[in-house]
């Protein structure tokens, strides 16, 4: 496919690995995510859970390893994705996410799966592995039935926080904190995380 627009130093920038942390009053959980156009439940990658108050170093740790084991399946120059390998992997993401959650619910008392993701924060984690050794975390908006990130540009710049991996475990548990601190939730609820002048 001859596309003019993308130039090498683009395709680098288009690969991408990803992970998503949700924060609960009860949890905090590091999904890894593997990318077909969108984004699904990584089948072979890192994910792990632990209580609210889970230290920085243990945040740090299963972030990073969640997100070096996410896989980019796409390819930029065809016009779609491997359709057979897709219709493959899509069964296969849906139970490992499934069992995921299940186990999420009965760990910290959840009466149904779908209550696990109630009141929780989410950040988005990416990494442009081609290029650089930068994650940009992206904090979000909790709305009704799930949640909005933030436009990429500089109004909303606050709402990023860029954190390279070689940075020790605590220090990046310590940028996703940050990043969990500039979510926003509707009304007078409040994010899980508080902000540093909040105590």
Known sequence: MNNPHLTPERVRWL??????LHLSPKYISIECQETWGGQYFSRTGW????????SLQWIGENFRKAITTSEYFNDPTAPTVDVTAFRAMEPESKTRRLAFEADIATTYGYKKIEDIGLRCDLVFGEWHYL???VVILYATKRMPGGHRAWPEDKKYQDKRVHVPLSVTDEELGLAIRDAFSR?????????NWPREEDG
């Open 15 to 20: 690969h991408t690995k990803r992970a998503a």
């Open 47 to 54: 994910s792990a859970h632990a209580p609210w108050g889970a």
């Open 131 to 133: 290029v650089d050794d």
């Open 183 to 191: 979510c926003e939730a509707p009304g007078r609820q409040k994010i």
